[in-house]
T-cell receptor
């Protein structure tokens, strides 16, 4: 069966520090991968998606970046965190467009 | 303006009662409409997914309906249980997902 992992589960970082969140998927090949951010009381905001290794599409301009070094690994990064980067970050995968998306457990990031 | 609006923003119901959540959207055309359940601090979990031509889809005590003419969808929870306390999110897919802000449901004993 397929599973999706995210770590860390929670993270407290100072403003200006770097960030690296990791997402891995097991039990499937060549999934579409997504990074979302969810602010308190708000809907999910799509940040990045990837249809294959090295292929990254960005939905919103920001100080975050994403990389897909392996088929089932998706990484969200920042060189310098801002206060506004605080939120709940969710990784998701799907077998193809139009199919059900499966979400990871999320990472709660607090930037102080 | 968000293309997917959900109402109410939150609601409280007694255990065993039914409730209906609303989703109005402006995205058109679209390939499918989804409802997700998100427990606090967890990732969303898919409840139903309906294509443009479907009118209703059930998953246990959850029943989703879709009226493409009025661009409305609803999620009906039957005989609510304490475990139904969560946020319910409506998502419209026109090859780009548009998320509603969600309805927070609290079920009380």
């Amino acid at each position: 069966s397929q599973t999706i992992h995210q770590w860390p589960a929670t993270l407290v970082q100072p403003v200006g520090s770097p960030l690296s969140l990791e997402c891995t998927v097991e039990g499937t090949s060549n999934p579409n991968l997504y990074w979302y951010r969810q602010a308190a009381g708000r809907g999910l905001q799509l940040l990045f998606y990837s249809v294959g290794i090295g292929q990254i599409s960005s939905e919103v301009p920001q100080n975050l970046s994403a990389s897909r070094p392996q088929d089932r690994q998706f990484i969200l990064s920042s060189k310098k965190l801002l206060l506004s980067d605080s939120g709940f970050y969710l990784c998701a995968w799907e077998t193809g467009e139009g199919e059900t998306q499966y979400f990871g457990p999320g990472t709660r990031l607090l930037v102080l | 303006k968000n293309q997917v609006e959900q109402s109410p923003q939150s609601l409280i119901i007694l255990e065993g009662k039914n409730c209906t959540l609303q989703c109005n959207y402006t995205v058109s055309p679209f390939s499918n409409l989804r409802w997700y359940k998100q427990d606090t601090g967890r990732g969303p979990v898919s409840l139903t997914i309906m294509t443009f031509s479907e009118n209703t889809k059930s998953n246990g005590r959850y029943t989703a309906t879709l009226d493409a003419d009025t661009k409305q969808s609803s999620l009906h929870i039957t005989a609510s249980q304490l475990s139904d306390s969560a946020s319910y999110i409506c998502v419209v897919n026109d090859y780009k997902l548009s998320f509603g802000a969600g309805t927070t449901v609290t079920v009380r004993a």
